[in-house]
């Protein structure tokens, strides 16, 4: 296989392209990565690996047709796994603009090289591509309590700048294979977490402000619900759908795992009392704080995941309390990493965002 991977410098790109250059037992001829380097991007997790004459790296924006359609030449690609996206929520509230460029605009000049591509090769190879777009639940919009969770066919009803921006781009992608016969494949996973996770993002946000002393910022009462899954939970189940699912398939990937945000924010407070005490020896807990809740912000999201197990086979193998545990170790025994990205990249004051 020779594959494209967009975004493959970010939090979940960057584990996939680790797992499938580890993978001795999935032939994989080349893998090519294009990723713009924006702010949340972290190329140094890459630069560790062996050298490997499969893998290379392109600095580029998906907005960049002649770059795009280059690469495709060049390269023959087999299968696309596009991550390439602005993804938080907070930064399309404030500046939605980004949004609407990487995700929908990005994603369509993506669709449109890919689809050139298709009608080049050779017949065998056309049935064999696959476009895999990965997308996320907050597209299905908000809960109630008692709500059943999010199936693969509960309607789009995205509720922020950023959602609305996936579910464009989810349209976009089904329209190339309603249309034009694109052999697409999408994805909608719920909140990820584990190592080398950007630190706007909650977990990683309140350890680091755990380490550092500060308060811990909880938006408006703390009982928003979310679905927890770990990356590389994740990253097994895109390879199993581009491997084994049929063109125009949709699934849900979740780690059955709902925790409230006051709850889990609860747990790695524990979990940092066990691994990394106060020196005054206090709970972590004590200094979470609750800040204005954030606009529009869902109150639930729950996947439901049968799908992808009955017809793949898939289910999450780790544990939310396990992989929280090791998820922790892994910041505290990385604080260069962390200190890097927040007092250099990622310079803004962390403190007004919350969970």
Same mark, same amino acid.
């Given at each position: 296989?020779?594959?494209?991977?967009?975004?493959?410098?970010?939090?979940?790109?960057?584990?996939?392209?680790?797992?499938?250059?580890?993978?001795?037992?999935?032939?994989?001829?080349?893998?090519?990565?294009?990723?713009?380097?924006?702010?949340?991007?972290? %190329?140094?997790?890459?630069?560790?690996?062996?050298?490997?004459?499969?893998?290379?790296?392109? &600095?580029?924006?998906?907005?960049?047709?002649?770059?795009?359609?280059?690469?495709?030449?060049?390269?023959?690609?087999?299968?696309?796994?596009?991550?390439?996206?602005?993804?938080?929520?907070?930064?399309?509230?404030?500046? #939605?603009?980004?949004?609407?460029?990487?995700?929908?605009?990005?994603?369509?000049?993506?669709?449109?090289?890919?689809?050139?591509?298709?009608?080049?090769?050779?017949?065998?190879?056309?049935?064999?591509?696959?476009?895999?777009?990965?997308?996320?639940?907050?597209?299905?919009?908000?809960?109630?309590?008692?709500? %059943?969770?999010?199936?693969?066919?509960?309607?789009?009803?995205?509720?922020?700048?950023?959602?609305?921006?996936?579910?464009?781009?989810?349209?976009?992608?089904?329209?190339?294979?309603?249309?034009?016969?694109?052999?697409?494949?999408?994805?909608? @996973?719920?909140?990820?977490?584990? %190592?080398? &996770?950007?630190?706007?993002?909650?977990?990683?946000?309140?350890?680091?402000?755990?380490?550092?002393?500060?308060?811990?910022?909880?938006?408006?009462?703390?009982?928003?619900?979310?679905? $927890?899954?770990?990356?590389?939970?994740?990253?097994?189940?895109? $390879?199993?759908?581009?491997?084994?699912?049929?063109?125009?398939?949709?699934?849900?990937?979740?780690?059955?795992?709902?925790?409230?945000?006051?709850?889990?924010?609860?747990?790695? @407070?524990?979990?940092?009392?066990? &691994?990394? #005490?106060?020196?005054?020896?206090? %709970?972590?807990?004590?200094?979470?704080?609750?800040?204005?809740?954030? #606009?529009?912000?869902?109150?639930?999201?729950?996947?439901?995941?049968?799908?992808?197990?009955?017809?793949?086979?898939?289910?999450?193998?780790?544990?939310?309390?396990?992989?929280?545990?090791?998820?922790?170790? $892994?910041?505290?025994?990385?604080?260069?990493? @962390?200190?890097?990205?927040?007092?250099?990249?990622?310079?803004?004051?962390?403190?007004?965002?919350?969970?």
């Amino acid at each position: 296989m020779k594959l494209l991977v967009t975004g493959g410098c970010g939090f979940i790109g960057g584990h996939y392209i680790r797992r499938r250059l580890a993978d001795v037992a999935t032939p994989l001829r080349r893998l090519v990565n294009l990723d713009a380097l924006t702010y949340a991007a972290d %190329p140094a997790p890459l630069a560790g690996l062996p050298t490997d004459d499969r893998y290379a790296f392109i &600095q580029g924006d998906i907005l960049d047709r002649p770059l795009l359609d280059r690469l495709f030449a060049e390269h023959g690609f087999d299968a696309v796994v596009h991550f390439a996206a602005e993804t938080h929520v907070d930064r399309s509230i404030d500046a #939605p603009a980004a949004f609407l460029q990487t995700n929908i605009l990005g994603t369509h000049q993506l669709l449109e090289a890919a689809r050139a591509h298709l009608a080049r090769l050779p017949a065998d190879r056309r049935t064999a591509f696959r476009f895999l777009h990965v997308s996320t639940d907050e597209v299905y919009g908000t809960l109630a309590p008692d709500a %059943p969770a999010f199936t693969e066919a509960t309607p789009l009803a995205p509720n922020s700048p950023y959602a609305a921006s996936k579910a464009s781009s989810d349209l976009l992608v089904r329209a190339a294979f309603h249309t034009h016969g694109l052999p697409v494949l999408t994805t909608r @996973c719920s909140n990820n977490y584990g %190592p080398r &996770q950007f630190p706007e993002k909650l977990i990683p946000l309140m350890l680091l402000n755990a380490l550092e002393g500060k308060p811990l910022p909880v938006y408006g009462d703390g009982q928003q619900v979310r679905d $927890w899954l770990h990356v590389e939970d994740h990253v097994d189940a895109l $390879w199993a759908i581009l491997d084994r699912a049929a063109p125009g398939a949709v699934y849900n990937i979740g780690g059955n795992a709902e925790r409230t945000n006051l709850d889990l924010v609860h747990a790695l @407070c524990a979990e940092l009392d066990r &691994q990394a #005490p106060r020196v005054d020896g206090k %709970p972590h807990a004590d200094r979470i704080t609750h800040v204005a809740d954030r #606009p529009g912000h869902d109150r639930r999201y729950a996947i439901d995941a049968s799908r992808l197990h009955a017809e793949l086979g898939w289910r999450p193998r780790r544990d939310l309390a396990a992989g929280l545990a090791e998820t922790v170790a $892994w910041y505290l025994a990385h604080r260069p990493w @962390c200190d890097a990205i927040t007092t250099t990249r990622y310079a803004r004051e962390r403190l007004g965002r919350g969970a």
